[in-house]
């Protein structure tokens, strides 16, 4: 149980697109999510804090309007990278988990964005 | 942010030998988890933590959460070459909506 799905695996774009990318927790409802990012050989870095139904909580340094989040449903949130840059370049990876106490964050496999 | 110390940074051992790595905070956790990331995927669970002093196994691992609620260990028994892979710690603190504060890693890599 508690998986957590992530698509897509990874995208090339030319810059200046915006870029969807959906995590889904398959088996579990999950009211928050987050997100994170990962430069190579670097550990995670939170980026947001997903709410279902309210506004996410950013980290400091993060750009809001760069980085949009919804969270619309119980089991779905997205983070879309808009007019990206290569700079954005990265890997994204979201995790959740279910509620309750003792409840440990379970992470999908991460998607790779690479920006031309 | 924040991240946890963790050590060491890379390992290199022989095929059989048995690992340890750990991690130090000088602020209290209430959950310590120990996650495995593979080249290209995301990180997956390999033990979770939630009381001062618990030790806990899962097959060839066993992780402790320090009485301090300040430090966790990982242990890795009679290592093989599936083992190789980046390790990290991560801690969450109660009432922070379930974030995670990260270790920076420790490289494993096992020689045949």
């Given amino acids: ?32 999510m ?17 709410n279902e139904g309210s506004k996410a909580t950013y980290e400091q340094g993060v750009e809001k309007d760069k980085f949009l989040i919804n969270h619309a449903s119980l089991t779905l949130s997205t983070l879309t990278v808009t007019s990206a840059h290569p700079e954005d370049s990265s890997f994204y990876i979201c995790s959740a988990s279910p509620t309750g106490v003792d409840q440990p964050q379970h992470f999908g496999d991460g998607t790779r964005l690479s920006i031309l | 942010g924040q991240q946890l110390n963790q050590s060491p940074q890379s390992m290199f051992i022989q095929e059989g030998e048995d ?16 996650y495995k990331q593979d080249p290209g995927e995301g990180p997956v669970l390999l033990i979770a933590l939630y009381k001062a002093g618990e030790l806990t196994s899962n097959g060839r691992l066993t992780a402790q ?16 070459p599936s083992d190789v ?28």
């Fill in chain 1, 1 to 32: 149980g508690a998986v957590v799905s992530q698509h897509p695996s990874w995208v090339i774009c030319k810059s200046g697109t915006s870029v969807k990318i959906e995590c889904r927790s398959l088996d579990f409802q999950a009211t928050t």
């Fill in chain 1, 34 to 50: 987050f997100w994170y990012r990962q430069f190579p050989k670097q550990s995670l870095m939170l980026m947001a804090t997903s």
């Fill in chain 2, 19 to 34: 690992v340890s790595m750990n991690c130090t905070s000088s602020s209290i956790f209430n959950t310590w988890l120990w």
């Fill in chain 2, 65 to 80: 959460f320090g009485i301090t609620r300040k430090d966790s260990f990982l242990n890795i028994s009679a290592s093989i």
């Fill in chain 2, 85 to 112: 892979g980046i390790y990290f710690c991560a801690g969450q603190k109660f009432g922070s909506a379930r974030q995670l504060t990260f270790g920076s890693g420790t490289q494993l890599t096992v020689l045949p």
